[in-house]
């Protein structure tokens, strides 16, 4: 199926993908090196900001289209779907901030790394839905790469609550500081969801391959 190529909203939904990538990267390099906390908190605000004013844009191109290359609500749910998951990491980098985490972790970095991977395919797979190429195999392998990424990342969520919960691991928290084990269960909460809502998008571009090819 064809789509055109210069679509205003495609190239929207692409602009947003990018956002997308450039929040996990800027997430990955936080848990990578955390003096870049402060600063790479800054940077995913105002990158919050743009990705909501392509929302706004994209809904009211959405109504004043008339014909679209795929139907209306398909479109807004994609584009909700990818304002989600920039919402979903800037407030885990909020998070840290607020909480005042001094140092990353393991678990961050696993974490981050996931999402990095996983922002990756959301990216390649909006641009496929851009070139016309959803019956493409390619396309296909991008919903299984992101359902793969979210199984791994329940994994590494449960080892994570084992460690806060049962262990009461060092890496997170003394024994008897509660509201530290709190924190870290609140922002791995974040970051699992993430991942899903990542997950979501997979499942979107699953849909979208039956029902258009």
């Keep these: 199926m064809f789509f055109p190529r210069k679509s205003k909203i495609f190239d929207e939904l692409l602009k947003q993908a990018l956002i997308v990538k450039e929040v996990a990267q800027v997430f990955r390099n936080i848990t990578r090196d955390w003096k870049q906390l402060e600063h790479g908190s800054s940077a995913l605000q105002s990158l919050e900001r743009q990705a909501d004013e392509l929302v706004h844009s994209i809904t009211d191109d959405i109504e004043k289209t008339f ?10 749910v994609l584009t909700e779907s ?15 901030s607020i ?7 393991d678990a961050l970095q696993d974490f981050s790394e996931l999402i990095e991977q996983s922002a990756v395919y959301i990216h390649k797979g909006i641009s496929m839905i851009k070139e016309g190429k959803i019956a493409s195999e390619e396309f296909a392998s991008c919903g299984k790469m992101l359902r793969d990424l979210e199984s791994q990342g ?5 080892k994570v609550l084992e460690g806060l919960m049962g262990n009461c691991s060092s890496s997170f928290a003394d024994g008897n500081d509660y509201l530290s084990i709190l924190k870290w269960k609140e922002i791995f909460q974040t970051l699992e969801d993430t991942l899903d809502k990542c997950d979501h998008i997979g499942k ?6 039956i029902k258009y090819i």
Excluded: W
């Design 99 to 105: 909480y005042r985490i001094s140092e990353s972790n």
């Design 67 to 76: 014909i679209l290359p795929l139907d209306k609500e398909d479109i807004a």
């Design 154 to 158: 329940d994994i590494l969520h449960r």
């Design 82 to 96: 990818l304002d989600d998951v920039v919402d979903n990491l800037e407030e885990a980098v909020n998070r840290l």
């Design 204 to 209: 979107l571009f699953a849909r979208l391959r």
